[in-house]
């Protein structure tokens, strides 16, 4: 074991603070890396301030799985990583390997899967710590090669918020010819415009914000919809292939089925905490179909890194220091942040 520096928060009503936790020394097949940027997801203030009953956080918690940085050391049995190497870590850090998710690259799934942080770790007998940390130790199977030409903080977001708005699009083949949908401009709605037109795909965002428009038109949407309007949404009446759905309030899903061709899918990556309801009409009468997506397994989430390698993709950020976090998270409840915060660990490291 070795000490890590860390920053923690020790209730949910508790200010981060700056700590030290404990750190297996790497094994056989175990890769160590200097974390030098963790974006902040939404998620993390759940974790972070309990608000999640079915995943109780156990304290301290170190939140953070948009990790990235350097490999460090790696054990005698790596073979895809060497010092030096620019690497990143998302929402796991192991799985059984064995299970039919794990076979289908679903790890995400696997009954087994150890999440980043606030996850049993069989390692240590505690819980993970998660990426607000200088450094992590994680077996090989889960950490993705950032290219080169990304910037690396704009790329930590691509390992929650790029992956999430990635699989769905891939699962239901976004490309060239279709008509894509987006619901919400926050930290999830903006990567899913950015890979819509990457794709090729014709893009449209719709907000409850007018003031949006000049931004959702900068990163890439074609047309922007204000979803008040009624008669701007009559107009797109079943002409959209797919919709992606990113906003995590209770809202109308019946307005965006409605927008839908016949066999177009509606899928939610936003996750609010009352229950929608679901018309069943809306879902009928088109053969129309309503999914949900989870992140994306390893193979998968190092597909859309080299993609945004190849389209210089990165999340639009704004990098903070450590001292910042407290107020980042008050800025996100307000929807303060263009698009994503992005930590700067050199400031961990500095104090």
């Not at 974790?47 to 350097?70: D, F, K, L």
């Not at 150890?114 to 090989?140: A, I």
């Not at 690396?152 to 708005?165: F, K, R, Y």
């Amino acid at each position: 074991m070795y000490q890590a520096k860390a920053c923690s928060v020790a209730s949910a009503t508790a200010p981060f603070t700056r700590t030290t936790i404990e750190r297996r020394d790497p094994g056989p097949r175990d890769v160590q890396l200097e974390i030098l940027f963790c974006g902040i997801c939404h998620s993390d203030l759940h974790q972070a301030r309990n608000e999640w009953s079915g995943m109780p956080t156990v304290y301290p918690c170190v939140p953070g799985h948009e990790i990235v940085g350097r490999v460090t050391r790696v054990g005698a049995a790596v073979t895809k990583f060497a010092p030096g190497d620019r690497v990143g870590v998302g929402c796991m850090v192991d799985s059984d390997g064995s299970c039919p998710q794990c076979q289908e690259h679903f790890e995400q799934f696997c009954p087994g899967a150890v999440f980043t942080y606030n996850s049993p770790d069989r390692h240590t007998g505690k819980v993970t710590y998660g990426g607000y940390s200088d450094s992590v130790v994680v077996d090989e199977r889960f950490v993705l090669r950032v290219p080169g030409n990304l910037d690396l903080a704009g790329a930590a977001p691509l390992l929650c918020a790029g992956i999430t708005t990635w699989s769905p699009m891939r699962r239901q083949g976004v490309g060239k010819g279709q008509k894509v949908g987006v619901v919400g401009l926050g930290g999830l709605g903006h990567m899913g415009v950015k890979f819509a037109r990457a794709l090729g795909a014709q893009v449209v965002v719709f907000t409850t914000t007018a003031g949006k428009k000049a931004d959702a038109l900068r990163l890439g949407a074609h047309e922007v919809v204000v979803s008040r309007d009624a008669g701007e949404m009559g107009k797109h009446a079943g002409t959209f292939d797919f919709i992606l759905d990113t906003v995590s309030a209770r809202h109308d899903l019946g307005a965006y089925l409605h927008l839908l061709r016949r066999g177009g899918n509606l899928t939610l990556v936003g996750a609010p905490d009352e229950p929608h309801a679901v018309p069943a009409f809306g879902l009928i009468l088109g053969n129309k179909s309503l999914s949900g997506s989870l992140i994306g397994g390893i193979r998968e989430t190092q597909e859309m890194l080299d993609f945004c390698g190849e389209h210089g993709i990165t999340s639009d950020v704004e990098v903070i220091p450590v001292q910042q976090i407290d107020q980042a998270y008050e800025r996100l409840l307000r929807q303060d942040v263009k698009y994503r915060f992005s930590i700067d660990m050199a400031s961990l490291r500095a104090g």
